[in-house]
């Protein structure tokens, strides 16, 4: 079992819809959680950080966290062709300082 | 500040050959990571130091590469020798390790083609 999985995607919204972007992470201990966003042939950059049970709202940008669970989710509403890119989701576990990534998931916003 | 600059920003190089990648993290950082992206593998940590230290290597894939951070400014990542399997981009990242909850910080990446 892969320390943090994603769905590979590619995830395909209309323009405006809602994007739900789900990530299963196997370490119980976790305590801090990032979504970070990919261009293609670009660096990863850091749009969400959520630590505590429950959701997290950043402008169009909904972070979910259920800790009993091990879910992280990543909600993107009135989706845009510019939201298109691959969606990593990254887990420091327990006792680590390092982020371990999951291998993203494609989101594809159809104009 | 310029963010994590990394050089080169593409290096193509024959089977065999030396390859060396730089690293200079954003000012006041003290933790540096060293990450490998494939299509195969995604994102894997390689190896990541806290205050010019190595703390965990464990992700370096075998001798052949080497990693050091001989000042709080600076990191390099060597492959010797360098095989066409080592294809990746090479992402250098850095955060301050002040608590539990880091920010990462990536520099532009070095995209590595082994021929």
């Known amino acids: 079992q892969k320390e943090v999985e994603q769905n590979s995607g590619p995830l395909s919204v209309p323009e405006g819809a809602i994007a739900s972007l789900n990530c299963t992470y196997s370490?119980?201990?976790?305590?801090?959680f990032f979504w970070y966003r990919q261009y293609s042939g670009k660096s990863p950059e850091l749009i969400m950080s959520?630590?505590?049970?429950g959701d997290k709202e950043d402008g169009r940008f909904t972070a979910q966290l259920n800790k009993a669970s091990q879910y992280v989710s990543l909600l993107i509403r009135d989706s845009q062709p510019s939201d298109s890119a691959t969606y990593l989701c990254?887990?420091?576990?327990?006792?680590?300082?390092?982020?371990?990534f999951g291998s993203g998931t494609r989101l594809q916003v159809q104009p | 500040d310029a963010g994590v600059i990394q050089s080169p920003r593409h290096e193509v190089t024959e089977m065999g050959q030396e390859v060396t990648l730089r690293c200079k993290p954003i000012?006041?950082?003290?933790?540096l990571f060293w990450y490998r992206q494939t299509m195969m593998r995604g994102l894997e940590l390689l190896i990541y130091?806290?205050?010019?230290?190595?703390?965990?290597d464990s992700g370096m894939p075998e001798d052949r590469f080497s990693a050091k951070m001989p000042n709080a400014s600076f990191s390099t990542l060597k492959i010797q020798p360098s095989e066409p399997r080592d294809s990746a981009v090479y992402f250098c990242?850095?955060?301050?390790?002040?608590?539990?909850?880091?920010?990462?910080?990536f520099g532009s990446g070095t995209q590595l083609s082994v021929l």
């Open positions: 000012s006041g950082h003290n933790s």
């Open positions: 959520i630590y505590s049970n």
């Open positions: 130091f806290n205050n010019n230290v190595p703390i965990d």
């Open positions: 990242a850095s955060s301050f390790s002040g608590n539990v909850h880091e920010k990462l910080f």
């Open positions: 370490d119980r201990g976790s305590q801090s």
């Open positions: 990254a887990v420091m576990g327990t006792g680590r300082r390092a982020l371990t």
